[in-house]
């Protein structure tokens, strides 16, 4: 048996560390937290002193009692939980559920998964630092007391089912506002001047007017008094520059960056992230620090000198500029600044080249540029034409890496020819294009990201589940918004003549950015109208600083709830009793038929069209609205014309067609089968003709296009890309195949290929009581019966589980059965 016991959160991390320890210790996993608040209570002394009620969960039971039997075994238990916040939480309930005797207990942290900052850290012991215990506490139970308190207001005021947080509802409401600010803008007009020139060896450049004129007789007028006009060079200024590289990454930055160079989703980095870092390959992931310690400042300074040569290094330090950034941790780097490439899976991959490449760069040279502006004149008026160029004289941190924008409207100065002051230009053409100014951006998750770290709400652990949270709870979502057509005068000067067409552009299309849903909106208002302190951006922020000054030993963790709570739940209470419901509604005008009031709101199904109110005698007619559609923009017109579906067309092959709207977008009806419209058709517009002609597409989509051991095999297009249905089994087909042309070899293999899955994916297959265990993601496993299917935590041991024992789980899980009570 080992004499020392080392306690890590995750298995990944446990493998790692036990390739740079000797036969004297031993690594386990808690696989994260081991003890947490109840889930059906609120587990929170809110009439003491706060205390949380902490208890060990269903899953964690099996591991908390190997846990305790390899603890009592060994001589010295070594906590090596993360060291951040919710690490030394880990630690503390490790300590406590596995009752160690603090004599023979030590606290060690790293920032890196190498054999140095192991053995460091067994050679630098300490205790458990009940500070940060009490921060990560006050954080867990302030939230709890927020959420608990305030879902069941909505759930009476609102719509069952809904849910409120500290940080995500302020996030939410981030988002309602930017919505708003764009719905609200109105554009205005101007018109840009641009012209292309040429000089006297004929080499073109483009140049432009520093001003915009508001009208379009402005804009011609100025083109007229450019015709047979003579160009020269008036000014020409070159002047030396230089570009200073990115800081190496934090938390935040590193998000931001993987979403625009990656197009990573945010709990996407932070996930291949982890992995790297388990795997021993970059330093911890949870960080707002931008610092480099001295050694990995060595470790640059001597790989940038390898491949680049010496007059490319130049080690800096960074200061941040996050608010309550812990300047002690490191920035997110490689371990190893030799390793410039990793075999891991592609996307690991992709990512650790990003942070080698941004921490790499951050201890390069400058960058050296010769910026040249040059200044044209025209012989027959007094405005000046401007072309920038760049020239790079000497690459230095450019030659690795260059930090994105998330600036759509940014251009990149070129290059210019060679000219020289009183040269003579030839101008090719002048254009004056109607542009209009552009609202606020939506936001993406990565920008969403660095408002939030701007504000100074939420931590680096934070940030990729609050984002998870809203979308999952449907507040908002990554929206394709279409956009609208718009069209816009351009006037041309070319060979002595003025010129106007009209254009066209598509506006306000968006894809993958943010935007709110009817809920995430309506719930926001109520928020805000009633729990105005709560979504105060200034609070949210005081908030987390209280949480830092606790972490550094400055403030009582359950005197600041006391102070908290004490205005919170009395103003909770009033808004229980006396809010009134808010639904979102808006009346939209008057049915013409009946006379009766026409509004749009919030129902138990979601956002719907109403004529007629409830204290009416005859009942009201609803209709729901279309996915595309929201109740804070939906017109009369629009609304009216949801009561004209379902709309029948007629007949084909004996059977009823109908045109509807659904929940996932309008369809056509034809008997038993659905076939959806393509996006952008309006359902109204639909004829039996247009109908008949997606029937047969699908008809001929359905048929068969092989016969495999005497069952059909269909193709089709999904969610998740093409796939073919074969005996009700769904197969994905991948990119290697020629999807248009499947051979009969290439369905053989696909269907055998899933065959075979379907089998190794099979642990256990006790077919008379219908009963068995898969294989699940993520090193899971589950227990089907019929519908119904348990997930099994990653600690059970499937490889020995009897019918008995599958059984067992399968009742305890099992769906209570509500009571039915008889009427009197």
Same mark, same amino acid.
């Given at each position: 048996?080992?004499?020392?016991?080392?306690?890590?959160?995750?298995?990944?991390?446990?493998?790692?560390?036990?390739?740079?320890?000797?036969?004297?210790?031993?690594?386990?996993?808690?696989?994260?937290?081991?003890?947490?608040?109840?889930?059906?209570?609120?587990?929170?002394?809110?009439? +003491?002193?706060?205390?949380?009620?902490?208890?060990?969960?269903?899953?964690?039971?099996?591991?908390?009692?190997?846990?305790?039997?390899?603890?009592?075994?060994?001589?010295?238990?070594?906590?090596?939980?993360?060291?951040?916040?919710?690490?030394?939480?880990?630690?503390?309930?490790?300590?406590?559920?596995?009752?160690?005797?603090?004599?023979?207990?030590?606290?060690?942290?790293?920032?890196?998964?190498?054999?140095?900052?192991?053995?460091?850290?067994?050679?630098?012991?300490?205790?458990?630092?009940?500070?940060?215990?009490?921060?990560?506490?006050?954080?867990?139970?302030?939230?709890?007391?927020?959420?608990?308190?305030?879902?069941?207001?909505?759930?009476?005021?609102?719509?069952?089912?809904?849910?409120?947080?500290?940080?995500?509802?302020?996030?939410?409401?981030?988002?309602?506002?930017?919505?708003?600010?764009?719905?609200?803008?109105?554009?205005?007009?101007?018109?840009?001047?641009?012209?292309?020139?040429?000089?006297?060896?004929?080499?073109?450049?483009?140049?432009?007017?520093?001003?915009?004129?508001?009208?379009?007789?402005?804009?011609?007028?100025?083109?007229?008094?450019?015709?047979?006009?003579?160009?020269?060079?008036?000014?020409?200024?070159?002047?030396?520059?230089?570009?200073?590289?990115?800081?190496?990454?934090?938390?935040?930055?590193?998000?931001?960056?993987?979403?625009?160079?990656?197009?990573?989703?945010?709990?996407?980095?932070?996930?291949?992230?982890?992995?790297?870092?388990?795997?021993?390959?970059?330093?911890?992931?949870?960080?707002?620090?931008?610092?480099?310690?001295?050694?990995?400042?060595?470790?640059?300074?001597?790989?940038?000198?390898?491949?680049?040569?010496?007059?490319?290094?130049?080690?800096?330090?960074?200061?941040?500029?996050?608010?309550?950034?812990?300047?002690?941790?490191?920035?997110?780097?490689?371990?190893?600044?030799?390793?410039?490439?990793?075999?891991?899976?592609?996307?690991?991959?992709?990512?650790?080249?990003?942070?080698?490449?941004?921490?790499?760069?951050?201890?390069?040279?400058?960058?050296?540029?010769?910026?040249?502006?040059?200044?044209?004149?025209?012989?027959?008026?007094?405005?000046?034409? @401007?072309?920038?160029?760049?020239?790079?004289?000497?690459?230095?941190?450019?030659?690795?890496?260059?930090?994105?924008?998330?600036?759509?409207?940014?251009?990149?100065?070129?290059?210019?020819?060679?000219?020289?002051?009183?040269?003579?230009?030839?101008?090719?053409?002048?254009?004056?294009?109607?542009?209009?100014?552009?609202?606020?951006?939506?936001?993406?998750?990565?920008?969403?990201?660095?408002?939030?770290?701007?504000?100074?709400?939420?931590?680096?652990?934070?940030?990729?589940?609050?984002?998870?949270?809203?979308?999952?709870?449907?507040?908002?979502?990554?929206? @394709?918004?279409?956009?609208?057509?718009?069209?816009?005068?351009?006037?041309?000067?070319?060979? +002595?003549?003025?010129?106007?067409?009209?254009?066209?552009?598509?506006?306000?299309?968006?894809?993958?950015?943010?935007?709110?849903?009817?809920?995430?909106?309506?719930?926001?208002?109520?928020?805000?109208?009633?729990?105005?302190?709560?979504?105060?951006?200034?609070?949210?922020?005081?908030?987390?600083?209280?949480?830092?000054?606790?972490?550094?030993?400055?403030?009582?963790?359950?005197?600041?709830?006391?102070?908290?709570?004490?205005?919170?739940?009395?103003?909770?209470?009033?808004?229980?009793?006396?809010?009134?419901?808010? @639904?979102?509604?808006?009346?939209?005008?008057?049915?013409?038929?009946?006379?009766?009031?026409?509004?749009?709101?919030?129902?138990?199904?979601?956002?719907?069209?109403?004529?007629?109110?409830?204290?009416?005698?005859?009942?009201?007619?609803?209709?729901?609205?279309?996915?595309?559609?929201?109740?804070?923009?939906?017109?009369?017109?629009?609304?009216?014309?949801?009561?004209?579906?379902?709309?029948?067309?007629?007949?084909?092959?004996?059977?009823?067609?109908?045109?509807?709207?659904?929940?996932?977008?309008?369809?056509?009806?034809?008997?038993?089968?659905?076939?959806?419209?393509?996006? +952008?058709?309006?359902?109204?517009?639909?004829?039996?003709?247009?109908?008949?002609?997606?029937?047969?597409?699908?008809?001929?989509?359905?048929?068969?296009?092989?016969?495999?051991?005497?069952?059909?095999?269909?193709?089709?297009?999904?969610?998740?890309?093409?796939?073919?249905?074969?005996?009700?089994?769904?197969?994905?087909?991948?990119?290697?195949?020629?999807?248009?042309?499947?051979?009969?070899?290439?369905?053989?293999?696909?269907?055998?290929?899933?065959?075979?899955?379907?089998?190794?994916?099979?642990?256990?297959?006790?077919?008379?009581?219908?009963?068995?265990?898969?294989?699940?993601?993520?090193?899971?496993?589950?227990?089907?019966?019929?519908?119904?299917?348990?997930?099994?935590?990653?600690?059970?041991?499937?490889?020995?589980?009897?019918?008995?024992?599958?059984?067992?789980?399968?009742?305890?899980?099992?769906?209570?059965?509500?009571?039915?009570?008889?009427?009197?």
């Amino acid at each position: 048996m080992a004499k020392n016991l080392v306690i890590v959160e995750s298995p990944a991390k446990a493998k790692t560390i036990e390739k740079f320890l000797g036969k004297d210790f031993k690594v386990e996993s808690s696989f994260g937290h081991i003890a947490d608040l109840p889930s059906k209570e609120l587990g929170v002394d809110v009439d +003491g002193d706060f205390k949380p009620k902490y208890e060990v969960s269903k899953d964690k039971k099996a591991v908390v009692k190997k846990l305790k039997e390899l603890a009592k075994k060994a001589e010295i238990v070594w906590l090596a939980s993360d060291e951040d916040r919710e690490g030394e939480a880990i630690a503390w309930h490790l300590a406590e559920s596995l009752n160690l005797d603090k004599a023979k207990t030590k606290r060690i942290v790293f920032h890196e998964i190498t054999k140095t900052a192991i053995q460091k850290a067994i050679q630098n012991p300490r205790g458990i630092d009940y500070d940060l215990v009490d921060a990560q506490q006050a954080r867990r139970v302030l939230d709890r007391i927020v959420g608990y308190e305030l879902s069941p207001v909505l759930w009476r005021k609102v719509k069952g089912g809904l849910s409120a947080g500290r940080v995500q509802s302020v996030s939410v409401r981030l988002i309602v506002e930017r919505e708003r600010e764009i719905q609200d803008f109105e554009p205005q007009a101007s018109f840009r001047i641009d012209a292309e020139f040429s000089n006297e060896e004929g080499q073109t450049f483009k140049a432009k007017l520093p001003k915009n004129f508001n009208t379009k007789k402005e804009a011609e007028d100025f083109l007229k008094a450019n015709i047979s006009a003579d160009f020269k060079v008036a000014e020409l200024d070159k002047k030396p520059a230089k570009k200073s590289p990115a800081a190496p990454f934090t938390t935040s930055t590193l998000q931001q960056e993987a979403s625009r160079k990656l197009y990573f989703s945010v709990s996407k980095t932070m996930t291949m992230a982890q992995r790297l870092y388990e795997a021993g390959l970059i330093t911890y992931m949870r960080t707002d620090s931008v610092n480099l310690s001295d050694e990995a400042r060595n470790g640059a300074k001597a790989a940038i000198e390898s491949s680049y040569g010496s007059e490319y290094s130049e080690p800096r330090n960074y200061k941040g500029k996050a608010k309550g950034a812990q300047e002690a941790h490191e920035a997110i780097r490689p371990t190893d600044f030799s390793r410039q490439s990793v075999n891991v899976e592609r996307d690991q991959a992709r990512l650790y080249d990003l942070i080698w490449k941004r921490a790499i760069a951050s201890q390069m040279t400058d960058a050296k540029l010769e910026r040249t502006n040059v200044k044209i004149s025209a012989s027959k008026h007094d405005e000046l034409f @401007s072309a920038n160029g760049e020239v790079i004289t000497f690459d230095g941190f450019l030659k690795v890496y260059l930090e994105g924008t998330d600036d759509e409207d940014v251009e990149q100065d070129g290059m210019l020819p060679a000219m020289r002051v009183n040269e003579t230009l030839l101008n090719n053409y002048i254009t004056a294009t109607e542009r209009y100014t552009r609202p606020p951006a939506r936001y993406t998750e990565a920008s969403l990201v660095k408002k939030l770290e701007e504000l100074g709400i939420g931590r680096p652990s934070t940030y990729a589940p609050t984002i998870s949270t809203i979308q999952n709870r449907n507040y908002v979502e990554k929206g @394709s918004v279409d956009g609208v057509e718009r069209n816009y005068s351009q006037i041309t000067l070319e060979n +002595g003549q003025v010129q106007e067409k009209q254009l066209s552009e598509k506006v306000g299309s968006d894809k993958g950015k943010l935007v709110p849903t009817d809920i995430g909106m309506i719930v926001t208002d109520f928020l805000v109208n009633h729990f105005e302190q709560i979504l105060d951006y200034n609070f949210t922020a005081k908030v987390e600083e209280d949480f830092d000054d606790i972490a550094d030993g400055k403030v009582d963790w359950s005197k600041m709830m006391k102070d908290f709570y004490k205005d919170f739940h009395p103003q909770v209470e009033d808004v229980q009793e006396n809010a009134d419901r808010e @639904s979102g509604e808006r009346i939209l005008g008057t049915d013409p038929k009946t006379g009766r009031q026409v509004s749009v709101r919030l129902g138990k199904f979601g956002p719907m069209v109403q004529i007629g109110t409830a204290d009416e005698e005859e009942k009201p007619m609803f209709a729901s609205l279309s996915p595309d559609q929201q109740l804070n923009t939906i017109t009369y017109e629009e609304a009216m014309d949801l009561f004209k579906l379902p709309k029948a067309l007629g007949t084909y092959e004996g059977e009823e067609v109908e045109v509807n709207n659904g929940r996932f977008g309008p369809y056509v009806k034809f008997g038993k089968s659905f076939v959806s419209l393509p996006q +952008g058709v309006d359902p109204l517009s639909v004829e039996l003709d247009d109908a008949i002609i997606l029937i047969k597409e699908k008809q001929k989509a359905d048929a068969p296009i092989y016969m495999y051991q005497g069952l059909p095999v269909q193709k089709g297009k999904g969610r998740f890309g093409p796939f073919i249905k074969w005996n009700n089994m769904f197969i994905n087909v991948n990119k290697q195949y020629d999807w248009d042309n499947l051979s009969d070899n290439d369905i053989i293999t696909l269907i055998e290929d899933k065959i075979q899955k379907e089998k190794d994916k099979l642990i256990h297959n006790w077919e008379d009581a219908g009963i068995r265990v898969e294989k699940a993601r993520w090193g899971r496993h589950h227990i089907i019966k019929g519908k119904t299917k348990v997930e099994l935590a990653k600690t059970v041991d499937v490889s020995e589980m009897t019918l008995e024992e599958a059984q067992d789980i399968l009742d305890k899980n099992a769906p209570k059965k509500k009571k039915t009570t008889k009427k009197k």
